[in-house]
């Protein structure tokens, strides 16, 4: 069982060093700018949904900041789900590939235009794909730990979802599979809970009072953050992480966030107010504390808006895949049994007459 | 001569010694059991997982994410229906990623009806998966194939499921369906089947099998014939050749073709066949609406309409909830050999 007492919350006792508060802001204001564009460009017909995750940025900026990227067991793995973007913009990636998803681009290169906008995709940097099914990755994120528990390192699994995704079974079998005695799994499990189905408020789909103790009956450190708050968010995952990675065991850490522009473009994705807005308070706190003036906040805005607005221009000049290469990607190449190929490419083309006439007019 | 579980579980240690198989794994298929047919019984990197067929399932899907190269089970088929969107999942992960992510894995598990099982423990599940793209989809009617077929799936870079049919698990195998290597019957039993009761110290003795590969995607013509075209797989295929050989008495000469791979299935060796002799009649045990022989007899129709010479048929199970327990229940549901072979001999008889 633990080998710690399980916590019952967060008190950051250290503070971050204005230089990582200054890059946190950076990102958060970046990831938000980015939503914001992928909205406005959903409206203007530059892509079909939209779905994302402004008012996540200051838990999900903080949480990018502290993976360790990389391909391979060695590095942790990332189970993610769609309001992840601000994750992926603190990790690196080029604004521009996220609008590309979104206009679905032959030049997305997370998924070539097949899929959803914040659908990620990154082998280089161990993020499976995100997928459309809720809570599904809690059933695949042991299996990416297992590997890393018998290669050692430092290496973890990062796995997250919203709060009325843990229904599924999905995230009872992630509870069950990294708690077996003697085989515990280093993954931390992630509820980014913001009060919401897509429309259903948490207090008609579950009766526990905190998602997190749910942990608790399978003798796992859990713990509640303010996801709102950037720093103790950072501070929160920062510790659960540094546990998962030693102990090799696994930590839920349920992240309390808000849902500004509400669940998808389903749903109008307009500002919702009401909602605590994490960016406009870091902003506040930053100027108050001295370490970023309004003016400088103001310049960044404005720097990076303009950016995005050139990318996304860019971008709508960019080819849309071609029909035909639907059949592109069906099944990875095999050398067993190579002539079967031949055999397959026949049954894939002959079963849809449409696609040799397309392949042929190509 | 090998049964085909003992075929599989051959297959499965040169997985593990030589393929790069790293976990075999699903409800009791580690020790002391080895599995509920005896499957996995001294495999070493087999293990117990919980009873949950979706974390099953995807802890194989996380393992071949990150580079392990699992063979997952799914103790039977009808316990398959609560992973559906995690197979879709899996299926799709090479083409929604474009080809960025592919799924070196291998699903198993026992289908079809002949032991009895009764409603949850004798379904088909061949049209099932012939509906999710994305899978190779095996079902070997014999040891040899079964041996030959699990070492391609196993080395296969993209997701595979291996239906064996459980009616022929324990079924002696035929002259010519042997594995190279492979010593007498009592010399295998005492090699590589475990003991009962105390097992703890029990190790297999593995006879040498080579790597043969029966290619994914290649049917295999069990009979030939001049007269009628029969397509089957699994369980279907020796109770068709038997329906065959009974025929030929009667003068009635019918060509028996093994699909065995459902996805991707060999069209050509099916349009060879059923050009030559006009004549098609499509075998399995699954319900019959929607079934996985109606888009062969579809794809017949509309490629070689003007070469029948009958109307070409399906025998498929009855489109009921369950398999019933009781004898005439289990036969009524599934095609029977006098079945079999009175739409054999209609077929033969036809005339355009
Ligand atoms: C298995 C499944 N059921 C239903 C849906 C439709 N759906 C999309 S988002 C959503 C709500 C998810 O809420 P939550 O888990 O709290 O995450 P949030 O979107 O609020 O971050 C639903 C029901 C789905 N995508 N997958």
Redesign the interface.
């Known amino acids: 069982m633990s080998t710690t007492p399980i916590q019952e919350h967060f008190y950051p006792d250290t503070k971050l060093s204005p230089d990582v508060l200054i890059r946190l802001h950076e990102l958060m204001l970046r990831s938000r700018l980015l939503e914001e564009r992928l909205i406005r460009m959903q409206k203007q017909g530059d892509g079909y949904f939209w779905i994302g995750g402004p008012g996540e940025e200051a838990f999900n900026v903080a949480l990018g900041l502290l993976v360790d990227k990389g391909r391979?067991?060695a590095h942790d793995?990332l189970?993610l789900h769609y309001r992840s973007s601000a994750t992926m913009v603190a990790m690196g990636i080029d604004p521009a590939d996220a609008m590309r998803q979104m206009k679905n681009t032959a030049t997305?290169p997370?998924?070539?235009g097949?899929?959803f906008v914040n659908h990620y995709?990154i082998?280089e940097w161990n993020v499976?794909?995100v997928?459309s099914?809720i809570e599904?990755q809690?059933?695949?994120?042991?299996?990416?730990?297992?590997?890393?528990k018998r290669f050692g390192g430092r290496g973890i699994?990062i796995v997250q979802g919203g709060d009325a995704g843990t229904a599924e079974?999905?995230f009872a079998?992630c509870l069950?599979?990294a708690t077996?005695p003697g085989m515990e799994l280093p993954v931390l499990m992630i509820v980014t809970n913001n009060e919401f189905g897509i429309s259903t408020p948490a207090a008609e789909q579950h009766g526990e009072k905190r998602i997190a103790d749910r942990g608790k009956a399978f003798g796992m450190q859990t713990a509640v953050v303010d996801g709102n708050d950037p720093e103790t968010a950072y501070l929160g995952i920062k510790q659960a992480m540094d546990y998962v990675r030693s102990e090799r065991r696994p930590f839920l850490l349920e992240a309390k966030v808000s849902r500004l522009y509400g669940h998808s473009s389903s749903s109008g994705a307009n500002f919702v107010t009401g909602e605590s807005d994490c960016l406009a308070k870091f902003e506040k706190r930053l100027e108050e504390r001295g370490i970023l003036s309004r003016q400088k906040m103001d310049e960044l805005r404005v720097q990076e808006t303009q950016a995005l607005l050139e990318m996304s221009k860019r971008v709508r000049t960019e080819p849309q895949p071609k029909g035909p290469t639907i059949y592109?990607?069906?099944?990875?190449?095999?050398?067993?049994?190579?002539?079967?190929?031949a055999?397959?490419d026949?049954?894939?083309a002959?079963?849809n007459p449409a696609a040799i006439n397309n392949k042929e007019q190509s | 001569m090998a049964t085909m579980v003992q075929a599989i579980r051959m297959a499965l240690h040169v997985g593990e010694e030589r393929l790069g198989v790293t976990?075999v794994f699903g409800q009791d298929l580690g020790p002391p059991l080895g599995g509920v047919f005896t499957q996995s019984q001294g495999i070493k990197c087999s293990w117990n997982?919980?009873l949950?067929e979706?974390?099953i399932?995807?802890?194989?899907?996380?393992?071949?994410?990150?580079?392990?190269r699992?063979v997952c089970e799914i103790q039977f088929c009808d316990y398959a229906y609560n992973i559906i969107?995690?197979l879709k999942?899996g299926g799709g992960?090479?083409?929604?990623?474009?080809?960025?992510?592919?799924l070196p894995l291998v699903m198993m598990t026992p289908v079809g009806s002949g032991i009895h099982g009764s409603i949850y423990h004798s379904h088909s599940f061949d049209a099932t998966a012939t509906h999710i793209?994305?899978w190779?989809i095996v079902m070997p009617s014999n040891p040899r194939d079964a041996y030959g077929l699990m070492l391609?799936a196993i080395?296969?870079?993209?997701p595979v499921m291996f239906l064996a049919p459980k009616a022929l698990l324990r079924a002696k195998a035929l002259p010519g369906e042997e594995i190279p290597g492979e010593p007498d019957e009592r010399a295998l039993s005492k090699m590589i089947d475990a003991p009962l009761g105390d097992r703890s110290k029990w190790t297999p003795s593995w006879p040498a099998t080579p790597d043969l590969?029966?290619?994914?995607?290649?049917a295999s013509t069990v009979r030939p014939g001049r007269d009628v075209t029969c397509v089957a797989y699994g369980r279907m295929v020796p109770l068709c050749k038997k329906a065959a050989d009974e025929l030929a008495s009667d003068g009635i000469d019918v060509e028996v073709i093994d699909l065995r791979?459902l996805?991707?299935?060999?069209?050509?060796h099916l349009r060879e066949s059923i050009s030559r002799t006009g004549r098609v009649l499509f075998v399995n045990e699954d319900t019959e609406v929607t079934n996985f022989g109606e888009h062969l007899l579809r794809?017949t129709v509309e490629?070689l309409f003007y070469q029948l010479l009958a109307p070409p048929r399906l025998l498929a199970g009855a489109f009921v909830p369950g398999v019933g327990l009781a004898d005439a229940l289990d036969t009524a549901s599934v095609p029977q050999k006098t079945e079999i072979s009175s739409v054999l001999r209609e077929l033969a008889r036809h005339q355009p």
Not at chain 2, 155 to 158: L, T
């Open positions: 391979g067991p793995y189970h997305d997370y998924s070539g097949r899929n995709s082998p499976v794909p997928s099914p599904v809690f059933s695949m994120a042991p299996g990416t730990a297992l590997v890393q699994t079974g999905d079998s069950i599979w077996r592109d990607h069906v099944f990875a190449p095999t050398e067993v049994g190579g002539e079967a190929k055999r397959q026949a049954m894939c002959v079963a | 976990d997982s919980p949950d979706r974390g399932i995807g802890c194989a899907i996380g393992l071949a994410l990150a580079g392990a699992p969107d995690l999942l992960m090479y083409w929604s990623s474009n080809g960025q992510w592919n793209p994305g190779k391609s080395a296969d870079p993209n590969f029966i290619p994914i995607g290649k791979t996805i991707p299935y060999d069209w050509e794809r490629e």
